[in-house]
């Protein structure tokens, strides 16, 4: 890799950690932190010079030096905080389009993911088991990337589905409806939840058909995707909330983990989230705390 | 251009975009990042747990500076060579890091050919400045030990508190050292006097 790749390889996947750390910036200026600005700063014109991004070097010096001059937020700063705003718009691809580009890997990096942690449990030959490490590991790089470059904080993907595993078998059966579109998700938990003792699992395709199949069976959790191709996943959020399963719990499995965002979906009604690439391990307690006593 | 021998380095940055950056500058060389720490702490630590050749080391960590590491590092016998990174042209720095035990120094640019010969120019025996570093001038009057050491606390972020609690004396104590750095440096002011020193590559 030249030095020019390298940098174009970083600044794909530290755009939404670049833009974070000049957000950042602004706010400890904006609160006076003039210790804390000189800090950021330096820190931020080091990774300016690994990603090439002269412009943001040169903003990086001009604060420095607005804050030498005059510690405080003088017109000096502000005009080196809109160039570093400036630099960090013109360098990264438009914040909407990364969104929706990571928002739509995430489920079959989901999937991806989770069959080959499924594998990695699986009886297999020590080459065999091999490769199913490095899938994994591939898999989490992108899902790292992904992260970074949608602004999400690094989710902690702790799967260790052998530790998971219920141990006690006279436990009570529990009905789960996973509402999801997708075949191969709907599938990846299947095979996640037969690890459980008692587990009832229904697979609606569609908003429509979960919202009826919750009101015949009466399930103990729901789990709800948001992509479903005839309702909003908000919207059959809000019609289980008004129907018979006021009182289920519904975890909304999303490909969207900005906290922000995970915010807003508990406020319309959901009991938990859980952000795609799933952690499995989580899943599985999941359903484990929704059996009825 | 891969060579037999591999070279193993400990990378010590708390910036997690530089320690990426490194990594990727390895990839077709015949090093190999050995370890990472992003503290003066973990470095520590580190340090004896892995096997390296060689150290890359940021001058400002959060809880010290890399010189100061590389000098306590040297106390404990460790003799491994020491790269300094810095994200700017620091006057004294040079000086700073011969006097600390570091074997070179470069200013973090985009270069990857830059920082792998650096690395190879200080296995080979050889000490490598980054003549970028303007000199220390004659006469300067430097900062005590305990001077710099409670304003790089300060430069960390650390409150005269927190300092005093680290350095294991009072606050009034921390309060002295850090007027008695600031009339040293022509500063009014904390940020002033960090800004300063920074400068100056003391802090």
């Keep these: 890799m030249t030095g020019a790749d390298v940098s174009r390889a970083l600044r794909a996947e530290f755009s939404g950690e670049i833009r974070r750390r000049v957000d950042e910036l602004a706010a400890a200026s904006e609160a006076g932190d003039a210790d804390d600005v000189v800090r950021r700063a330096h820190m931020l014109k080091g990774s300016a010079h690994a990603l090439a991004l002269p412009a943001l070097v040169a903003a990086m010096e001009q604060l420095e030096g607005a804050y030498r001059a005059q510690p405080a937020r003088t017109d000096e700063a502000r005009a080196a905080l809109a160039a570093a705003r400036a630099s960090v718009d013109a360098s990264a691809p438009p914040a909407e389009a990364v969104a929706l580009l990571s928002h739509a890997l995430r489920t079959p990096l989901n999937v991806v993911l989770g069959f080959a942690h499924l594998l990695q449990q699986a009886d297999l030959r020590t080459e065999e088991r091999a490769h199913a490490d490095a899938i994994v590991e591939a898999a989490e790089q992108i899902a790292v990337l992904i992260d970074g470059a949608s602004g999400a904080p690094p989710a902690v993907r702790p799967t260790d589905l052998a530790a998971a595993r219920a141990p006690a078998a006279d436990v009570a059966p529990v009905t789960v409806l996973y509402v999801e579109d997708d075949p191969a998700s709907a599938r990846l938990t299947e095979e996640v939840l037969r690890r459980l003792p008692a587990v009832r699992l229904l697979v609606a395709g569609t908003g429509a058909e979960g919202l009826s199949l919750a009101e015949r069976e009466r399930p103990h959790l729901v789990l709800l995707d948001l992509g479903l191709p005839d309702l909003s996943g908000e919207e059959v959020l809000r019609r289980l909330r008004e129907g018979p399963s006021v009182a289920t719990p519904v975890v909304v499995v999303t490909g969207d983990s900005r906290p922000e965002r995970l915010r807003e979906l508990r406020g319309a009604g959901a009991s938990d989230t859980l952000a795609k690439p799933v952690d499995l391990g989580r899943l599985l307690a999941l359903v484990d705390a929704a059996r009825p006593d | ?203």
């Design chain 2, 1 to 203: 251009m891969p060579s037999a021998e591999e070279i193993a380095v400990l990378v010590i940055e708390d910036d997690s975009i530089v320690r990426s950056w490194v990594r990727l500058c390895f990839r077709d060389s015949e090093m190999r990042v050995a370890g990472e720490a992003r503290s003066a702490k973990e470095a520590e630590e580190l340090v004896v747990r892995r096997r390296c050749d060689v150290l890359l080391v940021d001058q400002h960590l959060p809880d010290r500076l890399g010189t100061e590491l590389v000098r306590s590092l040297r106390k404990q016998g460790v003799v491994l060579p020491a790269v300094l990174m810095t994200a700017s042209a620091e006057q004294g720095l040079n000086e700073t890091a011969r006097e600390a035990g570091a074997q070179a120094s470069v200013v973090k640019s985009s270069d990857p050919v830059r920082l792998i010969e650096v690395i190879r120019e200080v296995l080979s025996g050889n000490g490598i400045f980054d003549v970028a570093h303007p000199r220390r001038p004659d006469g300067q009057a430097t900062l005590a030990p305990r001077e710099q050491q409670a304003l790089a606390l300060v430069a960390a972020g650390k409150t005269n508190r927190e300092a005093a609690a680290q350095l294991g004396i009072s606050d009034e104590t921390v309060k002295t050292l850090l007027e008695r750095a600031y009339v040293k440096l022509g500063a009014h002011r904390r940020a002033e006097a960090v800004l300063e020193a920074r400068r100056r590559g003391l802090v």
